[in-house]
């Protein structure tokens, strides 16, 4: 070798060296620069990109249903337009295609045909559960169990993904304070922050530790923002609401869900003040990509870019496709608006290619962190479709999520629990056993009449000495949906009369020594697009009710539903309430765990009871007003003709054991903004049975620069405490407790005085007050 090259061998050896320690120290910096964004994977997203063509990167937007399942108008557009698209790689994503099979099927005819072969991501509604069935979400957050939440949800996602699916539509965090809306039984209820920690605790449930492990899938926070607020409890109506309501109470779940790494966000179908959120620039692109630093791509509700036109937002499809897009809707869900308008805007100079590649790298973004790009197929695997889904060990948690659902809302005879030796049980009413209506709307897989009835899982608990007289007494009023119905379509019906039932039961209640009354609603009377202008029982079961009563007081009313209804009349009459909502696949184990005392009833109300229907939109969390209560006039803010407060109050519920709070005592009465105080409350169990409690935390502002109010819940413990236990619980009451979005439209700490309670629902009586000062 020449003597010359002997010496360029160092050289270049130092060359190589610098230029891989500078590379090292840039891509240091840029990986502290994008913050929570992996360098690796951006550049992978960088090179794909390069890559594309327009109308490949405009597909990277596009979001097609399969045929089934339409939860919205479908579109005109054929199947063959969308296999076409397929093949030409112009479609990012395929909605409600699930199995193996199916999403193999249509994963390959990407694969097999387009030019970059970038793989679908398949989405889902996995609401509730995948094929095992949990507590509707409402009904489950009355838990107040984030760890089984969690649980819950990391099923659901196993479920999923085990089906070929890798992206699920869920959770719902909109606060919703009104019983008349249909799509209250989909969140977490009335409380902004209990949506914001049980959202959280679902996302960490779907989303696991790692998105590329196989049996977590993509999360979606939806519906951003407002779709809680409709006007009157109407589905899709307009909210109208201040700038500071909607960050003070509406948007901390959707930036806790953004923190916790949600992948997705989904944006909803109403306007808020004048603008469809959809179009809503400042929702999307100023607050949660901007202000908030979130990397992952918003995806239109269904159709919601082509409603524009309809809000009166838009004059045509071209003109929403624009505003959709400049707003930050990055995937258009079956308005097919931008796979036909995106190319001419940008020719138009209407959009910008900068906004164009931003959606389409976060859409990419995802498909690499799933682990998509390594493997388009890897969640299509037969044997874990197989064993991982409806498995014994999936029924078990739903038994005990569902259990841990059920709220006592009266137990003033004690008639609960039951002895398992009983002579004879009647167990009445249209849901008595129904094996289908416990599923719930937003099933998913969920089989038809594959749930557990009351019937079955209070024959199972009893011994065979116990005799049990079943009858119906009566229709529901909604027909119970069969396999392959479209529940968009079916028709609503609310005309029983029929009372020819009610004779037999009023007999089969004489005869039983106790009477399980199952009434409620059908699984299909909330959910999207059922609102309600009565809240109160349908058909003949105010009837049954009352003429059961009159033959054996010993009755346990047995309530099912997904909303908060009118109950008065049954809360003013019959001593025994449980609230069991729609429990999923093993609710009738559960119900039987809480009625014979296997399992003492933990749940507390995530959403008010009204006295009546007239009383809604009803929170606990209210403003004070300036006429807050007069007790000799009329001129306050209530009802001349109803309390103002509810029927059964946010955060209650009953235990078979008492709880007593006491010593309730903070270790400083005043603090700096950046001090935190801490607080102590004693809890006893003063009866004789062992039980969870949740000890609930509440704080008010007395005094700020908006109007505050009353109280607000901060924070909550659930503790099993055992009887004759005394439990001393520990609060920190920080900053993150006392600031709120102020006047000067940031979150801060006022100055100021504040009282907190401590207890066992909204109504804590424990209080204590203390100040923050410079
Ligand atoms: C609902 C969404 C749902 C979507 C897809 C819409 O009608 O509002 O919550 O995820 O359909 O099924």
């Known amino acids: 070798m020449k003597k010359q090259t002997l010496l360029l061998f160092p050289i270049l050896l130092i060359a190589i060296f610098l230029y891989g320690f500078k590379k090292f120290v840039i891509d240091e910096q840029k990986t502290h620069l994008a913050t929570n964004l992996d360098i690796r994977v951006e550049q992978k997203v960088d090179s794909v990109l390069a890559l594309m063509h327009l109308n490949e990167k405009i597909g990277q937007l596009v979001q097609y249903s399969g045929k089934w399942n339409a939860t919205g108008p479908s579109s005109s557009n054929g199947d063959q337009h969308k296999l076409n698209k397929l093949k030409n790689g112009e479609v990012g994503s395929m909605l409600n295609i699930t199995s193996v099979e199916s999403t193999r099927e249509t994963q390959k005819i990407v694969m097999e045909n387009s030019r970059l072969k970038i793989p679908l991501i398949f989405g889902y509604d996995v609401i509730h559960g995948y094929k095992t069935i949990f507590p509707i979400p409402l009904g489950e957050s009355a838990s107040w169990d984030l760890d089984i939440i969690k649980k819950t949800a ?43 920690v049980i959202g959280v605790a679902r996302v960490q449930g779907f989303q696991g530790d790692d998105l590329s492990k196989s049996n977590t899938i993509a999360a979606c926070a939806k519906h951003f923002a407002g779709y809680g607020f409709a006007e009157a409890g109407r589905d899709y109506n307009t909210v109208n609401i201040g700038e500071y309501e909607l960050h003070n109470a509406i948007l901390p779940p959707f930036k806790a869900a953004a923190e916790a790494g949600v992948a997705t966000f989904m944006n909803s179908f109403n306007e808020i003040d004048g603008i469809p959120s959809t179009g809503n620039k400042m929702l999307q692109r100023d607050i949660l990509k901007g202000d908030w630093g979130w990397n992952g791509f918003v995806v239109s509700d269904w159709g919601s870019i082509g409603e524009l036109i309809a809000h009166g937002y838009a004059k045509d499809k071209k ?69 991982n889904v409806y498995t014994k060990e999936h029924l078990a948690i739903a038994r005990d999520a569902a259990k841990k659902s059920i709220v006592l809302l009266k137990n003033e005879t004690k008639l609960l629990p039951f002895s398992k030796n009983l002579k004879s049980i009647a167990v009445i009413g249209p849901l008595a056993d129904d094996k289908d209506a416990p599923l719930g709307n937003w099933r998913a897989k969920g089989e038809y009449n594959s749930s557990m009835s009351l019937l079955e899982g209070v024959k199972s608990a009893v011994g065979k000495n116990t005799k049990i007289y079943y009858e119906k007494g009566g229709d529901l009023t909604m027909p119970t949906i069969k396999p392959g119905d479209n529940q968009f379509l079916y028709p609503l019906r609310f005309n029983t009369t029929d009372v020819s ?8 209640a004489k005869k039983g020594e106790v009477v399980l009354l199952a009434i409620g609603e059908d699984a299909f009377q909330t959910g999207e697009g059922r609102s309600q202008t ?63 005392g296997d399992y003492n009833p933990s749940g507390k109300l995530p959403v008010s009871f009204p006295h009546n229907v007239g009383q809604e939109p009803l929170y606990y969390n209210q403003k004070n007003t300036g006429r807050p209560y007069s007790p000799s006039h009329v001129t306050y803010s209530g009802y001349t003709d109803a309390p103002k407060t509810a029927l059964y109050p946010f955060g209650f519920g009953l235990s078979y054991t008492t709880f007593e709070y006491k010593n309730l005592k903070l270790d400083k009465n005043t603090i700096s903004k950046t001090e935190e105080i801490k607080l102590s409350v004693e809890v006893s169990n003063t009866g004789t049975r062992d039980g969870e409690e949740v000890v609930q935390l509440y704080i008010r502002d007395l005094v700020g620069s908006l109007t505050r109010p009353v109280k607000e819940l901060k924070g909550f413990q659930k503790t099993m405490i055992k009887a004759g236990e005394t439990k001393t619980i520990y609060f920190a009451v920080n900053a993150d407790m006392l600031q709120f979005y102020t006047i000067n439209k940031k979150w801060e700490v006022e100055l100021g005085d504040f009282n907190v309670w401590v207890g066992g629902d909204s109504n804590a009586p424990l209080k204590a007050s203390f100040s923050v000062t410079e």
């Not at 099923?155 to 965090?173: D, L, N, V």
């Not at 809306?181 to 209820?189: L, N, V």
């Not at 039932?501 to 089969?508: K, M, R, T």
């Not at 809360?571 to 009738?588: D, R």
Request: charged share 25%; proline share 3%; aromatic share 10%.
């Open 154 to 196: 990391s099923i659901a996602a196993k479920e999923a993904a085990a089906s070929g699916i890798q992206w699920t539509f869920a959770p719902m965090i909109d606060v919703s304070r009104d019983a008349r809306w249909g799509r209250i039984m989909e969140g977490a209820g009335e409380d902004t922050y209990l949506n914001a």
């Open 534 to 596: 009565n809240i109160g029982f349908f058909g003949v079961q105010q009837q049954l009710l009352e003429a059961v009563y009159k033959v054996n007081k010993n009755v346990v009313i047995v309530l099912m539903n997904g909303r908060p209804m009118d109950i008065s009349w049954a809360a003013n009459n019959v001593p025994t309430i449980l609230e069991c909502w729609f429990l999923g696949s093993e609710s009738g184990n559960a119900m039987a765990d809480v009625l014979f």
């Open 319 to 387: 003109q929403a496709a624009e505003i959709a897009l400049n707003a930050g809707s990055d995937m258009d869900m079956e308005s097919y608006a931008y796979e036909a308008h995106l190319e001419t805007l940008l020719k138009e100079k209407k959009i910008s290619l900068a906004q164009l590649d931003d959606a389409v790298k976060r859409i990419l973004r995802l498909k690499f962190n799933l682990g998509l790009f390594d493997d388009p197929y890897k969640y299509c695997d037969e044997a874990r479709e197989k064993n």
């Open 501 to 508: 039932g009610i004779p037999a039961a009023v007999e089969a």
